[in-house]
Protein backbone atom coordinates (compact mmCIF):
# COMPACT_ATOMS: atom_id res chain seq x y z
CA UNK A 1 0.00 0.00 0.00
CA UNK A 2 1.25 3.34 -1.10
CA UNK A 3 1.78 6.23 1.81
CA UNK A 4 -0.82 7.95 -0.37
CA UNK A 5 -3.32 5.20 0.06
CA UNK A 6 -2.46 4.32 3.59
CA UNK A 7 -3.67 8.00 4.59
CA UNK A 8 -6.92 7.56 2.31
CA UNK A 9 -7.52 4.14 4.19
CA UNK A 10 -6.94 4.88 7.55
CA UNK A 11 -9.74 5.81 10.17
CA UNK A 12 -11.04 9.34 10.77
CA UNK A 13 -9.63 9.25 14.31
CA UNK A 14 -6.56 9.58 13.21
CA UNK A 15 -4.59 12.26 14.47
CA UNK A 16 -3.42 13.95 11.59
CA UNK A 17 -2.45 16.83 13.06
CA UNK A 18 0.08 16.01 15.54
CA UNK A 19 3.54 16.95 14.84
CA UNK A 20 6.79 18.01 16.87
CA UNK A 21 8.10 21.04 16.24
CA UNK A 22 10.89 23.53 16.29
CA UNK A 23 12.31 27.22 15.48
CA UNK A 24 15.79 28.52 15.05
CA UNK A 25 16.19 32.00 14.35
CA UNK A 26 19.45 33.40 13.03
CA UNK A 27 20.15 37.20 13.71
CA UNK A 28 23.29 39.78 13.44
CA UNK A 29 24.18 41.88 16.39
CA UNK A 30 24.15 45.10 15.06
CA UNK A 31 26.05 48.25 16.63
CA UNK A 32 23.73 51.35 16.83
CA UNK A 33 25.50 54.37 16.50
CA UNK A 34 27.35 53.04 13.04
CA UNK A 35 25.23 50.53 11.66
CA UNK A 36 27.92 47.85 11.12
CA UNK A 37 28.02 44.93 12.48
CA UNK A 38 28.69 44.80 15.98
CA UNK A 39 32.29 44.66 17.60
CA UNK A 40 30.78 43.50 21.03
CA UNK A 41 31.70 39.91 22.25
CA UNK A 42 29.29 37.46 22.39
CA UNK A 43 27.01 38.98 25.46
CA UNK A 44 28.36 38.04 29.00
CA UNK A 45 24.80 37.88 30.48
CA UNK A 46 23.94 35.03 28.37
CA UNK A 47 26.61 32.88 30.26
CA UNK A 48 28.64 29.92 28.29
CA UNK A 49 27.48 29.48 24.56
CA UNK A 50 29.07 26.13 24.87
CA UNK A 51 26.06 24.82 27.43
CA UNK A 52 23.39 27.35 26.68
CA UNK A 53 20.84 25.20 24.92
CA UNK A 54 18.72 28.30 23.18
CA UNK A 55 21.26 30.74 22.31
CA UNK A 56 23.97 30.15 20.37
CA UNK A 57 26.35 32.02 18.33
CA UNK A 58 26.26 30.78 14.34
CA UNK A 59 28.81 31.72 12.14
CA UNK A 60 30.65 34.73 13.33
CA UNK A 61 30.93 36.47 16.51
CA UNK A 62 28.16 38.80 15.22
CA UNK A 63 25.74 36.55 14.39
CA UNK A 64 23.44 34.95 17.29
CA UNK A 65 20.90 31.35 16.68
CA UNK A 66 17.78 31.24 19.13
CA UNK A 67 17.08 27.83 19.11
CA UNK A 68 13.51 26.52 20.66
CA UNK A 69 12.91 23.28 22.58
CA UNK A 70 10.67 20.73 20.71
CA UNK A 71 7.52 22.18 20.91
CA UNK A 72 3.85 19.58 20.18
CA UNK A 73 2.35 22.59 18.46
CA UNK A 74 3.71 25.75 16.31
CA UNK A 75 2.06 28.19 19.04
CA UNK A 76 3.94 26.67 21.66
CA UNK A 77 7.21 26.71 19.07
CA UNK A 78 6.40 30.39 18.57
CA UNK A 79 5.94 31.35 22.47
CA UNK A 80 9.11 29.23 22.80
CA UNK A 81 11.02 31.64 20.62
CA UNK A 82 8.79 34.43 21.79
CA UNK A 83 10.63 34.01 25.51
CA UNK A 84 13.72 33.39 24.09
CA UNK A 85 14.28 36.48 21.82
CA UNK A 86 13.11 38.49 24.73
CA UNK A 87 15.95 37.21 26.74
CA UNK A 88 18.55 37.60 24.22
CA UNK A 89 17.59 41.00 23.39
CA UNK A 90 17.43 42.20 27.16
CA UNK A 91 20.98 40.38 27.10
CA UNK A 92 22.42 42.54 24.18
CA UNK A 93 24.63 45.57 25.12
CA UNK A 94 22.46 48.52 25.37
CA UNK A 95 24.59 49.88 21.83
CA UNK A 96 23.51 46.79 19.92
CA UNK A 97 20.50 45.50 18.12
CA UNK A 98 19.23 42.48 16.27
CA UNK A 99 19.01 43.36 12.32
CA UNK A 100 15.43 42.15 11.52
CA UNK A 101 16.65 41.54 7.72
CA UNK A 102 17.65 38.26 6.20
CA UNK A 103 20.48 40.34 4.06
CA UNK A 104 23.13 42.01 6.05
CA UNK A 105 23.47 45.86 6.31
CA UNK A 106 26.99 47.04 4.75
CA UNK A 107 29.56 44.75 5.55
CA UNK A 108 33.07 43.96 4.70
CA UNK A 109 34.90 40.53 4.68
CA UNK A 110 37.42 42.28 7.08
CA UNK A 111 34.85 43.15 10.03
CA UNK A 112 33.41 39.88 10.55
CA UNK A 113 34.94 38.03 12.92
CA UNK A 114 35.00 34.03 13.62
CA UNK A 115 32.88 32.99 15.79
CA UNK A 116 35.51 32.31 19.16
CA UNK A 117 34.76 28.82 19.92
CA UNK A 118 36.93 26.92 22.25
CA UNK A 119 35.53 23.52 20.04
CA UNK A 120 38.94 23.18 17.91
CA UNK A 121 36.63 21.49 15.02
CA UNK A 122 33.98 24.47 14.95
CA UNK A 123 36.71 26.94 14.68
CA UNK A 124 38.40 24.84 11.57
CA UNK A 125 34.93 24.19 10.26
CA UNK A 126 34.14 27.58 10.11
CA UNK A 127 37.65 28.52 8.36
CA UNK A 128 36.86 26.18 5.74
CA UNK A 129 33.54 27.90 4.86
CA UNK A 130 35.34 31.05 5.09
CA UNK A 131 37.95 29.96 2.20
CA UNK A 132 35.62 27.65 0.40
CA UNK A 133 32.58 30.31 0.40
CA UNK A 134 33.63 33.61 1.60
CA UNK A 135 32.62 35.55 4.64
CA UNK A 136 29.84 37.62 3.35
CA UNK A 137 27.71 35.06 3.01
CA UNK A 138 27.86 33.55 6.17
CA UNK A 139 26.02 36.59 7.53
CA UNK A 140 22.87 35.88 5.42
CA UNK A 141 20.27 35.12 7.91
CA UNK A 142 17.33 32.81 8.21
CA UNK A 143 14.94 30.91 9.86
CA UNK A 144 14.82 26.72 10.14
CA UNK A 145 11.47 25.26 10.76
CA UNK A 146 11.90 21.61 12.21
CA UNK A 147 9.00 19.41 11.54
CA UNK A 148 8.35 15.66 12.80
CA UNK A 149 5.41 13.70 12.65
CA UNK A 150 3.71 12.98 15.98
CA UNK A 151 4.71 9.71 17.65
CA UNK A 152 1.08 8.28 17.89
CA UNK A 153 0.47 9.30 14.12
CA UNK A 154 3.84 7.47 13.00
CA UNK A 155 2.58 4.12 15.54
CA UNK A 156 -1.37 3.91 13.72
CA UNK A 157 0.14 4.42 10.50
CA UNK A 158 2.77 1.90 11.05
CA UNK A 159 0.24 -0.65 11.87
CA UNK A 160 -1.95 -0.31 8.88
CA UNK A 161 1.18 0.08 6.62
CA UNK A 162 2.33 -3.63 6.75
CA UNK A 163 5.92 -2.56 7.07
CA UNK A 164 7.98 -5.11 9.74
CA UNK A 165 10.45 -2.34 10.19
CA UNK A 166 9.44 1.11 12.26
CA UNK A 167 12.96 2.67 11.11
CA UNK A 168 12.23 1.46 7.28
CA UNK A 169 8.73 3.04 7.44
CA UNK A 170 10.00 6.36 8.83
CA UNK A 171 12.35 6.64 6.30
CA UNK A 172 9.77 6.15 3.41
CA UNK A 173 7.80 8.88 5.01
CA UNK A 174 10.10 11.15 5.59
CA UNK A 175 12.33 10.77 2.45
CA UNK A 176 8.63 11.29 0.39
CA UNK A 177 8.00 14.14 2.26
CA UNK A 178 11.93 15.45 1.48
CA UNK A 179 11.32 14.71 -2.20
CA UNK A 180 7.93 16.76 -2.42
CA UNK A 181 9.34 19.29 0.11
CA UNK A 182 11.83 20.45 -3.21
CA UNK A 183 9.33 19.64 -5.79
CA UNK A 184 7.47 22.18 -4.50
CA UNK A 185 9.77 24.55 -2.38
CA UNK A 186 9.11 27.22 -4.99
CA UNK A 187 5.07 28.10 -3.40
CA UNK A 188 7.08 28.93 -0.61
CA UNK A 189 9.47 31.25 -2.45
CA UNK A 190 6.42 32.84 -4.09
CA UNK A 191 4.73 33.07 -0.66
CA UNK A 192 7.78 33.81 1.93
CA UNK A 193 10.47 35.35 -0.16
CA UNK A 194 11.65 38.23 1.93
CA UNK A 195 15.12 38.93 0.87
CA UNK A 196 14.74 41.05 -2.15
CA UNK A 197 18.06 43.77 -1.99
CA UNK A 198 21.68 43.42 -1.24
CA UNK A 199 24.00 46.14 -0.23
CA UNK A 200 26.02 47.71 -3.84
CA UNK A 201 29.06 45.07 -3.50
CA UNK A 202 27.37 41.79 -1.35
CA UNK A 203 28.16 39.68 -3.97
CA UNK A 204 30.22 39.09 -7.19
CA UNK A 205 27.14 40.74 -9.47
CA UNK A 206 24.94 43.60 -8.00
CA UNK A 207 21.33 43.23 -9.29
CA UNK A 208 19.48 45.99 -11.11
CA UNK A 209 15.99 45.65 -9.67
CA UNK A 210 14.62 43.91 -6.41
CA UNK A 211 13.98 40.21 -6.22
CA UNK A 212 11.78 37.81 -4.48
CA UNK A 213 14.42 35.93 -2.58
CA UNK A 214 17.68 36.34 -3.39
CA UNK A 215 18.81 34.21 -0.17
CA UNK A 216 16.66 31.22 -2.17
CA UNK A 217 18.25 31.42 -5.02
CA UNK A 218 22.02 30.99 -6.42
CA UNK A 219 23.05 33.90 -5.29
CA UNK A 220 22.79 33.10 -1.86
CA UNK A 221 24.59 30.96 0.50
CA UNK A 222 24.55 27.46 -1.66
CA UNK A 223 26.95 24.51 -1.88
CA UNK A 224 29.14 24.33 -5.16
CA UNK A 225 27.96 22.50 -8.13
CA UNK A 226 30.35 19.80 -8.15
CA UNK A 227 28.00 18.74 -4.71
CA UNK A 228 25.27 16.44 -6.10
CA UNK A 229 23.02 14.30 -3.52
CA UNK A 230 20.57 12.41 -5.28
CA UNK A 231 17.30 11.76 -3.10
CA UNK A 232 16.21 8.83 -5.27
CA UNK A 233 16.30 6.84 -2.12
CA UNK A 234 17.99 7.02 1.48
CA UNK A 235 20.89 4.44 0.39
CA UNK A 236 21.81 6.85 -2.20
CA UNK A 237 21.51 10.41 -0.23
CA UNK A 238 23.58 8.24 2.11
CA UNK A 239 26.36 7.38 -0.41
CA UNK A 240 26.32 10.30 -2.03
CA UNK A 241 27.16 12.54 0.69
CA UNK A 242 29.81 10.50 2.43
CA UNK A 243 31.07 10.52 -1.07
CA UNK A 244 31.44 14.38 -1.02
CA UNK A 245 33.23 14.61 2.17
CA UNK A 246 35.70 11.75 1.16
CA UNK A 247 36.78 13.18 -1.85
CA UNK A 248 36.90 17.00 -0.23
CA UNK A 249 33.72 18.17 -1.82
CA UNK A 250 32.32 18.96 1.82
CA UNK A 251 34.59 18.87 4.99
CA UNK A 252 31.46 17.58 7.05
CA UNK A 253 27.98 15.92 6.13
CA UNK A 254 26.58 19.42 7.96
CA UNK A 255 28.15 21.27 4.97
CA UNK A 256 25.56 20.18 2.90
CA UNK A 257 22.74 22.70 2.70
CA UNK A 258 20.24 21.34 0.54
CA UNK A 259 16.61 23.04 1.59
CA UNK A 260 15.40 20.28 3.47
CA UNK A 261 17.50 18.05 5.96
CA UNK A 262 16.50 14.67 7.46
CA UNK A 263 17.93 14.66 10.62
CA UNK A 264 17.72 12.73 14.15
CA UNK A 265 21.18 11.38 13.29
CA UNK A 266 24.52 12.90 13.95
CA UNK A 267 25.57 10.79 10.79
CA UNK A 268 23.33 9.88 7.93
CA UNK A 269 24.30 6.42 7.46
CA UNK A 270 22.46 6.00 10.90
CA UNK A 271 19.07 6.23 9.41
CA UNK A 272 19.69 3.42 7.57
CA UNK A 273 19.72 1.33 11.08
CA UNK A 274 17.49 3.99 13.51
CA UNK A 275 15.01 6.07 10.78
CA UNK A 276 14.83 9.69 10.55
CA UNK A 277 13.31 11.61 13.31
CA UNK A 278 12.34 14.90 11.76
CA UNK A 279 12.92 16.93 8.75
CA UNK A 280 14.86 20.78 8.67
CA UNK A 281 12.88 23.14 6.64
CA UNK A 282 15.56 25.68 5.89
CA UNK A 283 14.20 28.11 3.39
CA UNK A 284 12.51 30.94 5.11
CA UNK A 285 13.50 34.31 5.24
CA UNK A 286 13.11 36.66 8.19
CA UNK A 287 9.80 38.28 8.09
CA UNK A 288 10.57 42.05 8.52
CA UNK A 289 6.62 42.46 9.04
CA UNK A 290 6.85 40.17 11.89
CA UNK A 291 8.93 40.50 15.62
CA UNK A 292 9.63 36.78 15.42
CA UNK A 293 10.31 36.75 12.26
CA UNK A 294 7.88 34.22 10.97
CA UNK A 295 4.22 34.24 11.54
CA UNK A 296 1.98 32.00 13.48
CA UNK A 297 -0.06 31.83 9.95
CA UNK A 298 2.84 30.99 8.42
CA UNK A 299 3.82 28.01 10.39
CA UNK A 300 0.42 26.16 10.05
CA UNK A 301 0.33 26.88 6.64
CA UNK A 302 3.80 24.77 6.54
CA UNK A 303 2.29 22.67 8.48
CA UNK A 304 -0.95 21.71 6.61
CA UNK A 305 1.46 22.15 3.57
CA UNK A 306 3.84 19.12 4.98
CA UNK A 307 0.80 17.17 5.75
CA UNK A 308 -0.88 17.48 1.77
CA UNK A 309 2.63 16.81 0.33
CA UNK A 310 3.02 13.47 2.35
CA UNK A 311 -0.51 12.87 0.94
CA UNK A 312 0.27 14.29 -2.93
CA UNK A 313 2.33 11.52 -5.35
CA UNK A 314 6.11 11.45 -4.84
CA UNK A 315 8.06 12.27 -8.32
CA UNK A 316 8.65 9.24 -10.53
CA UNK A 317 11.72 10.30 -11.48
CA UNK A 318 13.58 11.91 -8.92
CA UNK A 319 16.46 13.40 -9.94
CA UNK A 320 15.17 14.98 -13.01
CA UNK A 321 11.91 16.42 -11.39
CA UNK A 322 14.07 17.43 -8.59
CA UNK A 323 16.58 18.89 -11.02
CA UNK A 324 13.71 20.84 -12.91
CA UNK A 325 11.99 21.87 -9.84
CA UNK A 326 15.41 23.76 -8.92
CA UNK A 327 15.29 25.18 -11.49
CA UNK A 328 11.87 26.63 -11.30
CA UNK A 329 12.34 27.77 -7.68
CA UNK A 330 15.59 30.00 -9.00
CA UNK A 331 13.28 31.66 -11.61
CA UNK A 332 10.52 31.98 -8.62
CA UNK A 333 13.36 33.53 -6.83
CA UNK A 334 15.74 35.58 -9.03
CA UNK A 335 11.86 37.18 -10.73
CA UNK A 336 11.80 40.70 -9.98
CA UNK A 337 9.03 41.95 -7.78
Request: aromatic share 10%.
Amino acid sequence: MSIKELLQEAPSSLPILQGTFGLEHESLRIDRQSQRLSKREHPKALGSRNFHPYIQTDYSEAQIELITPIASSTKEARRFLTGIADVAGRSLDKGDYLWPLSMPPKVSEDEIVIARLEDDFERHYRQHLAKVYGKRLQTISGIHYNYGLGQDLLNQLFKLSGYKNLATFKNDLYLKLAQNFIKYRWILTYLYGASPLAETGFGEQDLDKPVRSIRNSSLGYVNHESVKVSYSSLEQYVADIEACVADGRLIAEKEFYSPVRLRGAKRSRDYLSQGITYLEFRCFDIDPFDQQGIAQETLDTVHLLALALLWLDGPQTVNQELQSAEELNEQVARAPV
